[in-house]
């Protein structure tokens, strides 16, 4: 018997009727879960247009308004795990060292890493994280460029495993928290290259490690580092590991970095740094328990408040051979004065600086000490005869500003100078410094830094003293 024939006796016509409206939803369900299930491996399917009758339109626009958001929400996924794929690819592809910097080279090394200080050598066990068959030799030291200062500089090599082609060596100290390997050599002895090569570029290398870093020092200086250890333990939680020192032993760590990174001549570029000049300046605050935030804010016609001048005054050269003229002329205008050596004892240099509102002194590394003013603060830079003009610029007058310090310059005339009474006024010493040293470090220094000294024309100098109390208004 025919199927329709069977179907006609058993239902009536309006009942055939719904169950073939019944069984083309049942259809079209069975056929929307099929897509639902198959959707992830097929990708995104456009918008389903099938439509039911009029009665049947709201329960197919729901369905459609659905598949539009799974298709949404799994392109956004899919978006997502590319994204990271490429970033890991992207760091995969990155070498471990950047020595494209002009000042300092340095490497970060994330994984099993291990050092050994009778080799002067990083090793790198093998990770996806390390895909270049490269090694690197570097001087961690920011000074890159200036062979005076870097050629004492241990070298140290960071080695793959992949190109050592040998096992590499078996941990004997294991560390929990990441290493920085710096040296103290070069010019770390003179106050300014200490700050500007060492102390603020290990503050942008180690300051976001909160304190769980380890610092391995390479060129012992045990004096340097007890001259700066405020800095140091405010730094790192931990002991200095004397790396040089410590033989045969491998030290492990989950990341060490080489080298430290260096911006420009003592201050910190914003763009390339969470942090500041200003945020080194308040850690140097905070390191040294120093109580003077701001420098005073002086009133019209007020007497009774003194700003206090400090006088930056120098033994061997470049020294002020009338400090108790300079010190009544400043007096008269209402200031109090402080002169000071400033030696290397920091905790009295530190406080002593903090406390006064304007410094003073001939071009030298005891300005560096102006990262211990107040903000606000004055910085009077008194330029011997010789061109210091770039020096001076590049040294203090252009860090001065970002650290909000105001900044004035006083250039010394020959009679000021103490090399009048070695050379006439017409001698290209006084005439010409350029044609004289001939771009001869070794000849300017000792002739312009080391051999001469300064004795100030008060009543010249007076408006400068003038200006630096106008600032402070």
Same mark, same amino acid.
């Given at each position: ?10 239902? *009536?016509?309006?009942?055939?009727? @719904? ?9 079209? !369900? ?8 198959? =959707?992830?491996? #097929? ?6 247009? #099938?439509? %039911? ?7 197919? #626009?729901?369905?459609?308004? @659905? ?7 799994? /392109? ?11 970033? &890991? ?20 090394? /994330?994984?099993?890493? +291990? ?23 570097? +001087? ?13 500089? +241990? =070298? ?45 570029? %290990? ?22 580092? $007890? @001259? ?68 005073? =804010? ?18 061997? *050269? ?8 300079? /010190? *009544?002329?400043?007096?008269? %205008? ?33 300005? /560096? ?43 010394? $005339? ?27 470090? &070794? !000849? ?15 009543? $010249? ?7 630096? !109390?106008? #600032?402070?208004?």
């Amino acid at each position: 018997m025919m199927y329709d024939t069977i179907l006609s006796r058993s239902f *009536s016509r309006s009942d055939q009727k @719904k169950l073939g409206y019944g069984a083309i939803f049942c259809c079209l !369900l069975i056929l929307f879960s099929i897509f639902t299930a198959l =959707k992830p491996h #097929l990708g995104p399917l456009p918008d389903l247009t #099938l439509r %039911l009758a009029a009665g049947d339109g709201r329960k197919m #626009l729901l369905i459609e308004e @659905k598949s539009a958001s799974q298709a949404e929400v799994i /392109t956004g996924i899919d978006s997502a795990i590319n994204s990271t794929v490429q970033k &890991n690819l992207t760091r995969k592809m990155e070498p471990l060292c950047n020595v494209m910097e002009p000042k300092s080279d340095y490497c970060s090394i /994330t994984g099993d890493v +291990r050092v050994q200080g009778s080799s002067s050598t990083v090793f790198v066990a093998p990770s996806e994280m390390v895909t270049r068959n490269e090694s690197w030799t570097v +001087r961690p030291y920011a000074r890159k460029g200036d062979e005076t200062a870097m050629s004492p500089i +241990r =070298k140290w090599s960071i080695l793959p495993s992949a190109v050592a082609r040998q096992p590499i060596p078996v941990c004997t100290e294991h560390h929990s928290v990441p290493g920085v390997i710096f040296s103290t050599g070069g010019y770390a002895g003179n106050n300014f290259h200490a700050f500007t090569d060492i102390i603020i570029p %290990l503050f942008l290398t180690s300051r976001h490690f909160g304190g769980e870093v380890k610092f391995l020092v390479t060129n012992r200086n045990p004096g340097w580092v $007890r @001259k700066y250890h405020a800095i140091l333990e405010n730094l790192s939680k931990y002991e200095i590991i004397y790396i040089d020192n410590a033989g045969e032993n491998i030290h492990c760590f989950p990341r060490v970095i080489v080298g430290l990174k260096h911006h420009k001549e003592m201050t910190i570029d914003p763009s390339r740094s969470p942090y500041s000049i200003s945020d080194f300046r308040a850690f140097l605050r905070s390191a040294y328990s120093l109580k003077k935030e701001n420098a005073i =804010k002086l009133q019209d016609g007020e007497l009774k408040r003194r700003p206090r001048l400090l006088i930056v005054s120098r033994k061997w *050269s470049r020294s002020f051979t009338n400090i108790a003229e300079i /010190t *009544s002329a400043a007096e008269t %205008l209402g200031y109090e004065v402080v002169a000071s050596e400033l030696d290397s004892n920091m905790s009295r240099t530190t406080e002593i600086v903090n406390s006064c509102d304007v410094m003073m002194g001939v071009h030298g590394a005891g300005l /560096t000490n102006l990262v211990f003013l107040p903000e606000n603060a004055v910085l009077i830079q008194i330029l011997p005869i010789g061109r210091f003009d770039w020096h001076a610029k590049v040294c203090f007058g252009d860090p001065a500003k970002p650290m909000n310090i105001k900044y004035l310059e006083y250039n010394i $005339r020959e009679k000021e100078s103490s090399l009048i009474q070695e050379f006439p006024l017409d001698h290209v010493v006084f005439k010409d410094p350029v044609a004289f040293h001939k771009h001869n470090w &070794n !000849l300017f220094k000792s002739r312009y830094l080391d051999k001469q000294n300064v004795q100030l024309d008060v009543n $010249r100098f007076r408006q400068t003293l003038a200006k630096a !109390l106008e #600032l402070l208004r």
